[in-house]
């Protein structure tokens, strides 16, 4: 079973940056992702990424503004996020999953992290 640890998030101005971090403790995923959720809104997939092959995939909201990568040797998955904007606000999730073919369909992970929570403002 994958245990993920996440880190980073915060608040930052509109047009600024933060970066999120997340470590698994296994090596059964296939894949992983971030997520979001603001208030009152269903919970959305933001990026994800192959363990493998490094191959990705972005929503249209976050594409060219933020980037999914991993490194290996430390197990981890990170997303830089650029250019906020005060709509990026949300509680974000680092997922993985093993069963499906990438993408950004939440039943599509079996595992989730603690949740971090990015804040932008205007």
């Known amino acids: 079973e994958e245990q993920l640890v996440q880190s980073g998030g915060g608040s930052v101005q509109a047009g600024g940056s933060l970066r999120l971090s997340c470590q698994a403790s296994?090596?059964?995923?296939?894949?992983m992702g971030w997520f979001r959720q603001a208030p009152g809104k269903e919970r959305e997939g933001v990026a994800a990424?192959?363990?493998?092959?490094?191959?990705?995939v972005y929503s249209d909201s976050v594409s060219g503004r933020f980037t999914i990568s991993r490194d290996d040797a430390k197990n981890t998955v990170y997303l830089q996020m650029n250019d906020l904007k005060p709509e990026d606000t949300a509680l974000y999730y680092c997922?993985?999953?093993?069963?499906?073919?990438?993408?950004?369909?939440?039943?599509?992970?079996?595992?989730w992290g603690q949740g971090t929570q990015v804040t932008v403002s205007s």
């Open positions: 997922a993985a999953g093993r069963y499906w073919p990438l993408g950004l369909v939440t039943g599509a992970y079996q595992y």
């Open positions: 296994g090596s059964s995923a296939t894949y």
């Open positions: 990424i192959t363990v493998v092959s490094g191959r990705t």
